[in-house]
T-cell receptor
Framework: DAGVIQSPRHEVTEMGQEVTLRCKPI?????LFWYRQTMMRGLELLIY????????DSGMPEDRFSAKMPNASFSTLKIQPSEPRDSAVYFCASSLGQGTDTQYFGPGTRLTVL | AQSVTQLGSHVSVSEGALVLLRCNYSSSVPPYLFWYVQYPNQGLQLLLK??????LVKGINGFEAEFKKSETSFHLTKPSAHMSDAAEYFCAVSDLKNDMRFGAGTRLTVKP
């Protein structure tokens, strides 16, 4: 298996623009997680899905952030409009289940908002 | 609510020396505990995990961790550091119902 795939790997955009990050989880995994990593706040869980349904979005910072999972093999995280403070590395991870199951992380998308 | 505290945001050791990275957890139910490693410009990957059973858990690359319920700890150790161990290490806690909570991370530097 190719592992969790994220695109793009790097994104540079200007404040106010819409940004869409993409993730393809490992086939057969029922859970998908979106994380944000910054120097100041560390690794934060933004939202997670179970069988394509959002379960907990309490980590989504503002209404400017939205996430979807239209099918088992694809998810997007959208920021509209983007702001400089959104600059971070965004990780997608997937797992078979919760609790004891390992989360497999993608390589991340480094977002820079100018 | 579950949480983990990693003591020391930076740890520096000499090559060949013992590595000890500290993690304490808080959980109202029996926890599942994890150590992940992140190399530069990469995602996190699992080093080892404790679910049930033996409290001393062995992982990849010679690392191991011991679950000590009385101390609410899950410290990560390696007898002899290698240059390739330089990375950031994250402790995490989970249970059957809740999502995984990560610590702030400890950056390990290995000096030649």
């Amino acid at each position: 298996d190719a592992g969790v795939i994220q695109s793009p790997r790097h994104e540079v955009t200007e404040m106010g623009q819409e940004v869409t990050l993409r993730c393809k989880p490992i086939s057969g995994h029922d859970y998908l997680f979106w994380y944000r990593q910054t120097m100041m706040r560390g690794l934060e869980l933004l939202i997670y899905f179970n069988n394509n349904v959002p379960i907990d979005d309490s980590g989504m910072p503002e209404d400017r952030f939205s996430a979807k999972m239209p099918n088992a093999s694809f998810s997007t995280l959208k920021i509209q409009p983007s702001e400089p403070r959104d600059s971070a590395v965004y990780f997608c991870a997937s797992s078979l289940g919760q609790g004891t199951d390992t989360q497999y992380f993608g390589p991340g998308t480094r977002l820079t908002v100018l | 609510a579950q949480s983990v505290t990693q003591l020391g945001s930076h740890v520096s050791v000499s090559e060949g020396a013992l590595v000890l990275l500290r993690c304490n957890y808080s959980s109202s139910v029996p926890p599942y505990l994890f150590w992940y490693v992140q190399y530069p410009n990469q995602g996190l990957q699992l080093l080892l995990k404790y679910t049930t059973g033996a409290t001393l858990v062995k992982g990849i690359n010679g690392f191991e961790a011991e679950f000590k319920k009385s101390e609410t700890s899950f410290h990560l150790t390696k007898p002899s550091a290698h240059m390739s161990d330089a990375a950031e290490y994250f402790c995490a806690v989970s249970d059957l119902k809740n999502d995984m909570r990560f610590g702030a991370g400890t950056r390990l530097t290995v000096k030649p």
